[in-house]
C-alpha cells in the first residue's frame, strides 16, 4: 500500500498545460524543451484562467510553479495574466518535466507504433522507451520537488500530462500502477486543472484537449 505524502498546508492546483504543435501532428514530446502552444492551447490556457479567476478571484495569495519547458511557460503566463498575477515571479524546476522518452522524443507515434508496436497503454499512459525514463524514476523525483517545497500556502503548478499523473497519485496516495510500479492517477485532458487539498483531489476544470496521453 501505498500512503500520500504529508498533507500541506494549502491547495495545489495542478495543471496539465494546453496543446502544442506536437500534439496537433502526434509526435512525442517526452521532455523536449520547447514546443510550443497552437492556438486550441492558448485557448485553452484562457479557460484555465477563467475558471481559477472564478475560483480565487483576482490577485490571489498564489506560489506559482511550472515545468521549465516552454509549453507549461506559456500557459502558465495566460493564467497568471487572468488571475493578474506576476508571471516573472513563478518558479520552476526541471522534475515538473514530462517523462523522458529517450530516443522515441520528438518522432511521430505512427512511426514508433510501426517499429516496436502500441506505445499509448490502454489506461492512456505512454509505454517508456527503452533508453527512457521509466515511472519510478518520475515518481523520485516529482517526490523530491514535493519534499524541498514544502511550505505552507496555496499555489498553482504548470506541467504535463505523464508526470502530472504521477505527481497527482504521489499526493493522494494512490496504489502503485500493476505494470510501471509507481503511484498514478487518472488522466485528464490538456487544459484540465485539479485541485489537492490534504490528500484529497478534485477536478477544477475539465479542459478540452487531448486525452488522456
Known amino acids: ?9 494549502g491547495r495545489d492546483f ?21 514546443t510550443p502552444l497552437t492556438r486550441a492551447g492558448f485557448a485553452q490556457a484562457e ?5 481559477l479567476r472564478a475560483t480565487l478571484g ?3 495569495a498564489l506560489t506559482l510553479w511550472a515545468s521549465p519547458t516552454g509549453r507549461a511557460l506559456q500557459t502558465l503566463s495566460v493564467i497568471a495574466e487572468h488571475l493578474e498575477l506576476d508571471w516573472h515571479a513563478a ?21 514508433v507504433i510501426d517499429a516496436v508496436g502500441a506505445v499509448v497503454t490502454p489506461d492512456g ?23 524541498d517545497t514544502d511550505a505552507p500556502g496555496d499555489r498553482l503548478v504548470i506541467m504535463h500530462g505523464i508526470s502530472s499523473r504521477v505527481l497527482r497519485g504521489v499526493m493522494t496516495g494512490a496504489p502503485p500502477h500493476a ?5 498514478i492517477a487518472a488522466g485528464l485532458p490538456q487544459g484540465s486543472l485539479v485541485c489537492i487539498e490534504e490528500g484529497r483531489e478534485s477536478v477544477a476544470h475539465l479542459g478540452s484537449g487531448h486525452a488522456p496521453a
Open 1 to 9: 500500500m501505498t500512503l500520500p505524502a504529508p498533507a500541506r498546508q
Open 14 to 34: 495542478i495543471g496539465r498545460h494546453g496543446e502544442t504543435v506536437f500534439n496537433a501532428v502526434r509526435r512525442l514530446q517526452g521532455d523536449h524543451p520547447h
Open 47 to 51: 479557460e484555465m484562467g477563467r475558471a
Open 58 to 60: 483576482v490577485r490571489p
Open 91 to 111: 518558479h520552476t524546476d526541471a522534475r515538473l518535466v514530462e517523462i523522458g522518452m529517450g530516443a522515441w522524443g520528438g518522432r511521430y507515434y505512427a512511426e
Open 125 to 147: 499512459l505512454l509505454r517508456p522507451a527503452p533508453d527512457g525514463e521509466d515511472y519510478r524514476q518520475v515518481a523520485t523525483r516529482v517526490s523530491g520537488w514535493l519534499a
Open 179 to 183: 505494470e510501471w510500479g509507481a503511484p
